[in-house]
């Protein structure tokens, strides 16, 4: 089982972070981009090619993610009207998403076969998770889900931030 390492640094304006393996080299990196409309956050390998695309939807009525792998729309996750908690669907290629992916502590199986799974690392600066891959062939699937799970939360934080000031 492969296991991979994101920590993401605290007020990065650029929302650049890194994803590394456990011998501390980077394996993948992560941009978001700055004040652009839509917002979007690409995924590269180590040789700089494009794995992945995240991109906040604009226009929705409810705030909406999309998860491009290889080029191809895989993931969706959508905020559902509530009246008290927010609360959030993930729709995806035979992916179920099983545990808190809010509190980022769950585990990914594909058509019923587990696949990896997400654990938050604690007293940590900035957002750390531990990425447990079980099969290497889903790998930029789940570092996909995970980044985007995370920038769903960041988007809802920031808008809870906002709306209180």
């Not at 994101?6 to 304006?13: E, N, T, V």
């Amino acid at each position: 089982m492969k296991e991979l390492y994101i920590k993401q640094k605290l007020l990065s304006l650029s929302g650049r972070f890194t994803v590394k393996d456990a011998d501390e080299r980077d394996v993948y990196i992560v941009e978001g981009s700055f004040m652009k409309i839509p917002k979007v956050y690409t995924i590269k390998d180590e040789r700089e090619a494009e794995v992945a695309r995240i991109t906040k939807r604009v226009l929705t009525w409810m705030p909406k993610f999309t998860v491009a792998v290889a080029g191809e729309e895989v993931i969706t996750i959508k905020k559902e009207f509530s009246f008290f908690k927010p609360r959030y669907t993930i729709d995806a290629l035979g992916l179920e998403v099983t545990g808190d992916w809010w509190g980022m502590d769950f585990e990914v199986y594909q058509h019923g076969e587990f696949i990896g799974d997400v654990k938050k690392k604690w007293f940590t600066w900035g957002d750390s998770y531990q990425v447990r891959v079980n099969d290497e062939s889903q790998e930029n699937l789940i570092i996909s889900l995970v980044v985007a799970i995370d920038c769903v939360k960041a988007d809802q934080s920031a808008a809870a931030t906002s709306a209180g000031s």
